[in-house]
C-alpha cells in the first residue's frame, strides 16, 4: 500500500471519532460564539459566522491537526472599543484589513513574532483581558445594566451591582439574575462531575438545554409568560435564509483615519498572540505529538477572517478551549474541526428560533467564568513563584492594558523586561553589543545534536534558538549548553521545558548543559538565570544536572563532590593541559578505590583578548603499572595535515582497520606498538570514539570539549570501567 492510500485509510478510520468530537466542540461553539459577540457589542450571530468559516477554511488551509477556530476571548475588549468608535459597518472593514495582515504575516514566515513577547507580559495581558470581559458582564449576568467610560469603573462597580441584586423587588430581574447566578455555578461545579455520560455535554450546552427548557415549561405546562425580563432574553438572531439576505455592507469609509488603523493593527495584534499560544499549547496535547506549521496557520486564519468580516462575522482565531474539548474527545485531524462547524450551521438551520429562548445572563455566566480564569490569583502566584521580577513585568502590563489599551500595554511589558533584564545584569552593552551576532550554533554529533548558546539568550532573540530546535526531529537525542551564555531568561526557560516534554514524549532526549555557574533568585525551574560574577558551584541547593549527577552515583554506587577543587597537580603532567590553565574542577564522581574519576573542568586558552574560557567533562584512569606516555584520536583531516608536519601515526601491525581509523601518537614507538595489543586494538576498534591520552602512569580521556549530558557522563564512566579493565 503507497504512503497515500495508507493516509486516506488512516483518514477514514478515524473518521468517526473526528466527527463525533467536531459535534461535541459545536456544542461548546454555539453558546460560546452568541456571547463572544453581544460582549462585543456586535450581533450574536457574528459569533457564529466566525466559527463556521473559521471551521470550514481552517480545516481545508490550515497548518495545525487538532486546532479548532472561531471567535477569541482576548478579542473581546479590541472589538467594544473598535464597534464603538467606528460602528458595525466600518468595525467589519477593521475586521478584513486585519485578516488581510495575518494573513502577510503567515506569507512572510512570521510566526516567530510571537517569541518576541516576554511570557510574563503576555499573562499580564491575557489576565487583563480576562478582567475586561469580566467586568462588563458581571453586571449583565446579575440583570444590571451599567454604562462606564472605563474598565477599572466597572470592576469598582462590582460591589454596588452584588448589593442592588440582593435588593431586587422586579421578579423579571430576579429571575434574570437567578439565571445568571445558576448558569456560573454550573460553570464551577459541572467539572467535578466525574460522569462519563453526564461529561459528554459540555457545560455551557447545558445552560443552553436548561435555559431553553424553562421556558417551554412556562409555556406548555404553566401555561405562563416567561418569568425572565424580556430585555434579559437573547434577541436578534435571524433564521438561516435571513443571513444569507441580509450580510451587511462593509464600509470602508474611515480607512484612512487613525482610529480604523490602531483598531487594526491591535486586533491583528491580539488574534496573532492567540492564536500562537493556542496552537503551541495545543501542539502539547496532541497525542501523536505533531508539530503545527504555524505559518500556514496564520495565512489560513487570515482568510478566514476576512471571509467572516464579508459576511458579518468576527475575526478567526485559534481558540485553546475548544481545542481541548476536541483532543479530549478523541479528535485526532483537521476534518474535527470541520464537522464542528457544520454541526453549527445544522443547529442555526434547525433551532435559530429556540436560541432567543436563552437569556442573556446565563450567556454571560460563561464569559464571567471564563475571564476569571484567565485572570486567577493561582495564576500570579504561579508567576510569584518564577521570580518577583517577574510580577513586575505582569502587573505593569495589566494596568497599562486596563488603562490605557492592548498595543500599549504589552510594548510597556517588553519594554520592562528589558530594563530589568538590564538592571539584573548591571550591563547595557551585553545585549546592545550581541543582539544582532548569531549567538546559536548547531552540528550533529555521532548519535545527536548540540547546540551550543552564547552571550545571552532572551525573548529578544530566542526565536534563533527556536528555529535550530524546530529542525531537529523529535526522536533525536539534544543537548543545549549555555555554558557560555551569560543571561537566560524566564521566557527561554519555559519554552526548553516545553521541548523537553515534547522529545521525552516522542522518544528523544533533550538536555540543557551549562547553566551550574548561574544564579536564580528562586528555585522554579523557569526562573532566569544570570552568570555569576565569581563563578562559585558551592550553593546550598545543588542544580537540576548536579542532583542528576547525585543520583546516579547512589545508582552506581560512586562518590560524589560537587564543590569546586583547585587542586589539580594530577592533570599537570598530561600534554593536553601543557599550553593551557587549570581553574578548576568540579562535580567530581568517582569509584571508592579513586581510581576512576569522571568530572567537569574549567580551563583557559591563550591570554589577554585571546583568551578563552572552556568548559569540558573528563575522566581520570589511575592505573597500577606504568604504560607509554601517548595520545589516541579518531583520524581526520586535522591529523593527516599533522602528518605533513612531521607528525607520523603509529601503525600497528595486523590491524589495518585500526591505522586507518585512529591517530596513534608517541616517542616511543617501539614500546607503544608493545602495548597496543590484540585485546586493547580491538577493544579501541568496537567502541565509541574519545581522545585518550597517557602520561605514563595515568589514563585521560574525553569527548569533545563540552560539558557532557547525563546520557554522554554515564557513557564516558563506563567506557573508562572497561578500559582500565582491558588495560590492566
Not at 545585549?431 to 550533529?444: G, I, Y
Request: with cysteine.
Amino acid at each position: 500500500m503507497s504512503p497515500k492510500q495508507n493516509n486516506i485509510k488512516t483518514f477514514l478510520n478515524a473518521l468517526p471519532k473526528n466527527i463525533f468530537s467536531g459535534f461535541v466542540v459545536s456544542l461548546i461553539a454555539l453558546p460560546l460564539g452568541l456571547g463572544l459577540a453581544m460582549a462585543s457589542d456586535a450581533p450574536p450571530i457574528a459569533g457564529v459566522i466566525a466559527a463556521v468559516i473559521g471551521g470550514v477554511t481552517v480545516s481545508i488551509l490550515g497548518g495545525s491537526h487538532v486546532t479548532i477556530a472561531g471567535p477569541g476571548n482576548g478579542l473581546v475588549g479590541v472589538l467594544l472599543v473598535t464597534i464603538a468608535t467606528l460602528g458595525l459597518e466600518s468595525a467589519y472593514a477593521a475586521i478584513i484589513c486585519s485578516g488581510i495582515l495575518l494573513s502577510i504575516l503567515g506569507f512572510l514566515r512570521l510566526g516567530k513574532l510571537a517569541d518576541f513577547f516576554p511570557s510574563s507580559a503576555i499573562q499580564g495581558m491575557l489576565a487583563a483581558i480576562g478582567l475586561i470581559i469580566l467586568g462588563k458582564q458581571f453586571h449583565i449576568m446579575l440583570a444590571h445594566r451599567i454604562k462606564r467610560e472605563d474598565t477599572m469603573d466597572y470592576l469598582f462597580e462590582i460591589p454596588f451591582t452584588l448589593n442592588d441584586a440582593i435588593h431586587y423587588e422586579n421578579t423579571g430581574l430576579i429571575f434574570a439574575a437567578l439565571a445568571g447566578l445558576i448558569s456560573f455555578l454550573i460553570m464551577i461545579f459541572y467539572s467535578k462531575i466525574r460522569n462519563k455520560y453526564l461529561q459528554l455535554i459540555p457545560a455551557p450546552m447545558w445552560i443552553v438545554i436548561l435555559s431553553i427548557t424553562f421556558s417551554y415549561y412556562f409555556e406548555l405546562v404553566a401555561h405562563e409568560a416567561n418569568p425572565i425580563a424580556s430585555n434579559y432574553m437573547i434577541s436578534g438572531i435571524p433564521q438561516f435564509s435571513e443571513i444569507i439576505s441580509q450580510i451587511p455592507t462593509v464600509n470602508f469609509g474611515k480607512i484612512g483615519s487613525f482610529s480604523f488603523w490602531s483598531s487594526v493593527l491591535a486586533l491583528t495584534l491580539i488574534a496573532s498572540i492567540e492564536s500562537l499560544l493556542s496552537i503551541k499549547a495545543v501542539d502539547k496535547l496532541d497525542p501523536e505529538k505533531r508539530r503545527s506549521n504555524v505559518n500556514r496557520d496564520l495565512k489560513a486564519l487570515g482568510l478566514a477572517t476576512i471571509g467572516s468580516g464579508f459576511l458579518g462575522g468576527l475575526n478567526v482565531v485559534t481558540v485553546i478551549a475548544r481545542s481541548s474539548v476536541n483532543v479530549n474527545n478523541g479528535g485526532t485531524n483537521r476534518s474535527s474541526n470541520f464537522f464542528h462547524a457544520l454541526f453549527l450551521v445544522i443547529f442555526i438551520v434547525l433551532f435559530s428560533t429556540q436560541l432567543t429562548r436563552i437569556p442573556l445572563p446565563a450567556l454571560m455566566a460563561i464569559l464571567v467564568f471564563t475571564g476569571y480564569k484567565l485572570a486567577s490569583p493561582e495564576n500570579i502566584r504561579k508567576i510569584f513563584r518564577i521570580g518577583k521580577e517577574q510580577l513586575i513585568i505582569f502587573f505593569v502590563t495589566l494596568l497599562v492594558t486596563l488603562k490605557i489599551g492592548l498595543i500599549s500595554g504589552i510594548l510597556c511589558g517588553v519594554l520592562v523586561t528589558f530594563i530589568i533584564h538590564v538592571v539584573l545584569n548591571k550591563s547595557v552593552s551585553l545585549f546592545a553589543r550581541n543582539w544582532l551576532k548569531p549567538n546559536v550554533l548547531m552540528f550533529q554529533e555521532d548519535d545527536h545534536y548540540y547546540i551550543s548558546v552564547k552571550h545571552f539568550c532572551s525573548f529578544l532573540n530566542y526565536y534563533k534558538l527556536k528555529d535550530k530546535l524546530n529542525a531537529i526531529p523529535e526522536n533525536e537525542d539534544v543537548i543545549v549548553d549555555f555554558s557560555l551564555c551569560q543571561f537566560v531568561d524566564h521566557t527561554v526557560m519555559e519554552n526548553l521545558n516545553n521541548y523537553q516534554e515534547l522529545f521525552s514524549k516522542r522518544g528523544g532526549n533533550f538536555e540543557v548543559l551549562g547553566l551550574d555557574l548561574h544564579d536564580t533568585d528562586s528555585k522554579h525551574p523557569f526562573a532566569l538565570r544570570r552568570l555569576l560574577p565569581v563563578p562559585n558551584v558551592i550553593k546550598n541547593s545543588l542544580t537540576r544536572r548536579q542532583k542528576t549527577i547525585e543520583e546516579l552515583s547512589v545508582s552506581f554506587n560512586l562518590n560524589y563532590k560537587s564543590q569546586k577543587e583547585k587542586q589539580t597537580l594530577f592533570l599537570d603532567n598530561f600534554l593536553f593541559f601543557r599550553t593551557k590553565q587549570i581553574n578548576h574542577i568540579y562535580n567530581q564522581l568517582s569509584n571508592q578505590e579513586q581510581s576512576l574519576n569522571v568530572f567537569d573542568i574549567e580551563f583557559s586558552e591563550g591570554e589577554f583578548i585571546a583568551k578563552e574560557v572552556v568548559r569540558s567533562t573528563m575522566l581520570h584512569i589511575k592505573l597500577n603499572k606504568n604504560i607509554p606516555e601517548f595520545t589516541l584520536d579518531r583520524e581526520g583531516f586535522l591529523q593527516k595535515i599533522y602528518a605533513f608536519a612531521g607528525f607520523k601515526d603509529i601503525p600497528i601491525k595486523n590491524h589495518s582497520d585500526f591505522s586507518n581509523r585512529f591517530y596513534l601518537l608517541g616517542e616511543d614507538t617501539k614500546a607503544i606498538q608493545y602495548f597496543f595489543t590484540d585485546e586493547i586494538t580491538h577493544f579501541f576498534e568496537s567502541n565509541s570514539y574519545y581522545h585518550i591520552e597517557s602520561n605514563g602512569h595515568d589514563l585521560l580521556v574525553f569527548g569533545r570539549q563540552r560539558l557532557a549530558s547525563i546520557k554522554e557522563l554515564k557513557a564516558l564512566y563506563d567506557f573508562g570501567k572497561r578500559l582500565k579493565e582491558v588495560v590492566s
